[in-house]
């Protein structure tokens, strides 16, 4: 097959998704859960195919092509077609969420089944696949977009998607509303975000006259460089707001109260990456803008460093992987900032395997204590008691209880902290590297929040995995079913190898990706950089296994360990740096307080009267006119008779 014929499938990376959608909303029902888990994994796995297809394609014709599917808009000078653009960065993206997508829709079948049985609704099994492949969806529109308000369309769809898989236990959580507070809250923030797209949108079209990258890419040096600096600020607004970055980051950490597939897909593998492929897409436009790149890179820095200072006090094992995710999305973003493209999206490709690998298994480590508990309750004539799956100080010696979750969880996390050969390793060191060129300062930044990564790798491991059981349910949880177990070990063997993609002396994702994007910074390989790294991830490990691992906790109840050592600092970062409670006061609580102070006078008194008076004026002539109409022939001759006078004295007296 030829380039030719291979790159007008293109629109079924998103079609094939949408069927699936239309067959289980038409005859889910009928199929089942396990029909119902088939169809939208195909589903995932038909859009992985045909993005292979397209590679296969890129591979014999590597410029790639815009390939038009309708006229979609035209205003005016406005002229938006429905296109999507095949080339190397658009296919990797396709590639990667596809890819890990399928798996993440595999996982969840076995996952869903316990998740929907322990929640005690069944029944929103088949919701849950029908919300996932509409973010596969929505995701893929945005990825394959040949124009920004194409994009912008799949960058609303993903947001929406978040926000019904954030929600979608909707009726549990604090008081029976935290969840539903949760995707509100993610919802709400990343509008902000997304008010910066639009914004960078329409200072585009009056600039360029064009959203079509093919248009105004090119093009970028022509505008004045007032507008360059408008258009990729706002775009880093944007970004800030979907990949969670400084200040809009509060989002991502709530968003752990949906189940545990949803953070793998939305904050490791998708959603979250979409800011990273904004800036690597518009490279051109933060090129000619050197003070928005100044910008970006030092977002992405202070963000990685932030949020891992957060990351090392928390205890609930998702927001202590949803604070990883933020850290090293910084990463990514500081390397897109620099100009080190490549570097970027070859972590943002790491991260999707060993991230999503961290947070099924915390899944995994999650229907494990969920299952002892029910054990240890049955056996106990249904005594309950307080407990939170999730948080870690209630687990302990899982190593020997769910072996296969921990040797995939040691594999995700060894390359998370970046340790040789593993994927995160290689990835993390290009940044690294691309910095010490361009910032020393964001070297530094850098180093330490990898060093605080591999300091929370190591107390994650041994809070959840070593020394004994912590609690009746750790000490009779069991390993999950293959249909959990099988997709964690093939993001496992990505994680491990995944570095392969851009082995130093090969770089064939560099190449690759050259034939779409030239980067600003080419950071090759270098070994004293790369020695650095590895003894500042090695002694992040050391110091997590010398204050959790040597002397393992024995009790739920007892002190954390650095707790005991930072005391107040403990606080401060395990409350966030208060940073919600900063927010509230400063926006939440006065928006509140305005909003009551108004709903009287302003909206129940003026625009409801506004509203009321014409409803009762209305209803006022209806009134009149129903006394006319009697029913008596009398009456209307009169009136007529009235009526005829009436007209007959008007033009008498004209």
């Known amino acids: 097959m030829t380039a030719e014929t291979l790159f007008p499938l293109v629109p079924w990376v998103v079609l094939i998704p949408l069927a699936g959608i239309l067959i289980n909303l038409l005859a889910g029902r009928a199929l089942g859960e396990r029909g119902v888990g088939l169809v939208a994994s195909l589903a995932a796995l038909g859009s992985f195919a045909v993005s292979v297809l397209l590679a296969v394609g890129l591979a014999q014709q590597p410029e790639g092509q815009s390939l038009l599917l309708a006229r979609w808009m035209s205003i005016g000078s406005l002229n938006v077609d ?38 005690g609704d069944p029944a929103r099994f088949r919701r849950f696949f029908l919300y996932l492949n509409l973010f596969i969806a929505a995701m893929m529109v945005l990825v394959s977009a040949d124009n920004y308000l194409m994009m912008f369309v799949g960058w609303e769809g993903v947001g929406l998607c978040s926000y019904l898989l954030i929600g979608f236990w909707f009726e549990k959580g604090e008081a029976g509303l935290g969840n539903a507070r949760a995707a509100k809250k993610a919802f709400v923030v990343n509008r902000i975000g997304d008010l910066g797209f639009l914004i960078a949108m329409f200072t585009m079209f009056w600039a360029f006259g064009s959203l079509s990258f093919g248009e105004v890419l090119p093009r970028a040096a022509e505008a004045a460089p007032a507008v360059l600096l408008a258009i990729t600020l706002f775009f880093l607004l944007a970004v800030t707001g979907k990949s969670a970055q400084l200040p809009l980051f509060t989002w991502l950490p709530d968003a752990m109260a949906g189940p545990t597939p949803v953070s793998a897909l939305i904050h490791a593998a998708t959603m979250v990456t979409a800011g990273v492929y904004l800036v690597a897409r518009s490279l051109p436009i933060f090129a000619a803008a050197p003070a928005a790149q100044s910008a970006v890179l030092w977002v992405g820095a202070l963000t990685a460093l932030f949020a891992a200072t957060i990351a090392v006090a928390q205890t609930d094992i998702k927001r202590v992987l949803a604070f990883s995710t933020i850290s090293q999305l910084g990463f ?27 947070f099924l298994g915390a899944g995994s480590v999650i229907l494990g204590m969920e299952r002892g508990h029910e054990r240890h309750a049955q056996a106990h004539d249904g005594h309950h008691g307080g407990f939170d799956p999730q948080d870690m100080r209630f687990m302990g010696g899982l190593r020997s209880r769910m072996p296969v979750t921990f040797w995939v969880y040691l594999i995700g996390g060894l390359a998370l902290a970046g340790v040789a050969p593993l994927s995160g390793f290689f990835s993390k060191d290009e940044i690294l590297a691309a910095a010490e060129q361009v910032s020393p300062a964001v070297f530094v930044v850098l180093l330490i929040a990898a060093l605080l990564t591999a300091f929370y790798v190591a107390r994650q491991l041994a809070l959840v995995f070593f020394g004994q059981g912590r609690s009746e ?67 992040g490990l050391g110091l997590g296994w010398l204050l959790y691992g040597r002397s393992p906790l024995t009790r739920a109840e007892e002190p954390d ?25 400063l926006f939440v609580t006065p928006y509140t307080r305005l909003s009551q102070m108004l709903a009287g006078p302003v909206d129940q008194g003026l625009i409801d009267g506004v509203v009321n008076g014409a409803g009762g004026m209305a209803r006022l002539l209806g009134n009149l006119g129903r006394s006319l109409q009697n029913g008596y022939v009398r009456s209307y001759a009169l009136i007529m008779l009235v009526g005829v006078a009436l007209i007959f004295t008007f033009l008498l007296a004209r």
Do not use: Q
């Open 332 to 358: 990514m973003v500081a390397a897109v900032g620099m100009g080190a493209v490549v570097a970027g999206m070859f972590h943002l490709i790491t991260h999707a395997f060993f991230k999503a690998l961290l």
């Open 561 to 585: 360990p650095l707790a005991v050592r930072l005391k107040g600092l403990f606080t401060w970062l395990r409350r966030k740096w208060y940073v919600d409670e900063i927010y509230n006061a």
């Open 82 to 119: 429905w296109a999507f653009r095949v080339d190397t960065l658009s296919v990797t993206m396709m590639l990667v969420v596809s890819g890990v997508g399928t798996l993440i829709h595999i996982y969840s079948i076995g996952y869903m089944h316990d998740d929907t049985r322990h929640n």
């Open 473 to 539: 349910a750790a000490r009779a949880a069991t390993e999950s079913s293959p249909v959990i177990t099988v997709p964690l070990g093939i993001l496992a063997a990505l994680a491990a190898v995944g570095g392969a993609l851009n082995l130093p002396g090969s770089h064939l994702l560099g190449d690759w990706l050259h034939h779409t994007v030239e980067p600003l910074v080419e950071a090759g390989f270098n070994p004293l950089t790369a020695g650095i790294a590895l003894v500042i991830a090695l002694a």
